[in-house]
Nanobody
Framework: QVQLVESGGGSVQAGGSLRLSCVASTYISDLGCMGWFRQAQGKRREAVAA????????PYAASVKGRFIISRDNAKNTLYLQMTSLKLEDTAVYYC?????????????????WGQGTQVTVAS
């Protein structure tokens, strides 16, 4: 079982920026697709962004496209989510996830490893 540990969450004013990190307990070059999901209080968990192992296929949710950038540093076994122009509706617990294989996308139930989550709160 791969361990994923997120960090970088916190409180920020609307319009601000945060960078989330997710460190894996193994070589992420072997993990295949990795992604960020989020769950706001009282809502279902939703996909934010994903990235395949070579970093060529990178889908984004429409709500974050143009504001968030997902990236991975295979040498550091770390996944990142750079978030800019944050909005109140971005407030949520953000989860890092990984799945084996070359297929990459937003299908939540095929991700086999999950982090514990990090809280992001955007205030007006």
């Amino acid at each position: 079982q791969v361990q994923l540990v997120e960090s970088g969450g916190g409180s920020v004013q609307a319009g601000g920026s945060l960078r989330l990190s997710c460190v894996a307990s193994t070589y992420i070059s072997d993990l295949g697709c990795m992604g960020w999901f989020r769950q706001a209080q009282g809502k279902r968990r939703e996909a934010v962004a994903a990235i395949d192992s070579p970093g060529r296929y990178i889908p984004y949710a429409a709500s974050v496209k143009g504001r968030f950038i997902i990236s991975r540093d295979n040498a550091k076994n770390t996944l990142y989510l750079q978030m800019t122009s944050l909005k109140l509706e971005d407030t949520a617990v953000y989860y890092c996830a990984a799945r084996p294989g070359s297929v990459c996308g937003f299908t939540e139930n095929v991700f086999t490893s999950w982090g514990q989550g990090t809280q992001v709160t955007v205030a007006s």
